[in-house]
Nanobody, 121 residues
Framework: QVQLVESGGGLVQSGGSLRLSCAAS????????MGWYRQAPEKERELVAV?????DTSYAESVKGRFTVFRDKNTVYLQMNSLKPEDTAVYYC?????????????????WGQGTQVTVSA
């Protein structure tokens, strides 16, 4: 089982910056992708940013140019700049991967507990 522990959320003024981090631990094997989702009150959970094992990244249109996702071994980060009130949400870390020999590969996916980001106007 893989555990994801997030940190870095908080309250910030509009235009400010925050950095979220998420560390994976447990029976990881190899990670295929790590990323961040968010869910605002009364809204669906949405993808914010993801980074694949080879370093390819993908972002939601609403955060392009402001947010950067990067990874260092089993930790993924989300650098958030020029924050807006509409970025207010609970941010969840996500990761998936696999472990085991080729003849018996086990795939896994895991979610963090969520961290609140609040951007005041």
């Amino acid at each position: 089982q893989v555990q994801l522990v997030e940190s870095g959320g908080g309250l910030v003024q509009s235009g400010g910056s925050l950095r979220l981090s998420c560390a994976a631990s447990g029976r990881i094997g190899s990670i295929d992708a790590m990323g961040w989702y968010r869910q605002a009150p009364e809204k669906e959970r949405e993808l914010v940013a993801v980074i694949a094992s080879r370093g390819d990244t993908s972002y939601a249109e609403s955060v392009k140019g402001r947010f950067t996702v990067f990874r260092d071994k089993n930790t993924v980060y989300l650098q958030m700049n020029s924050l807006k009130p509409e970025d207010t949400a609970v941010y969840y870390c996500y990761a998936d991967g696999s472990y085991g020999p080729v003849e018996r590969v086990y795939k896994w996916d895991s979610w963090g507990q969520g961290t609140q980001v609040t951007v005041s106007a």
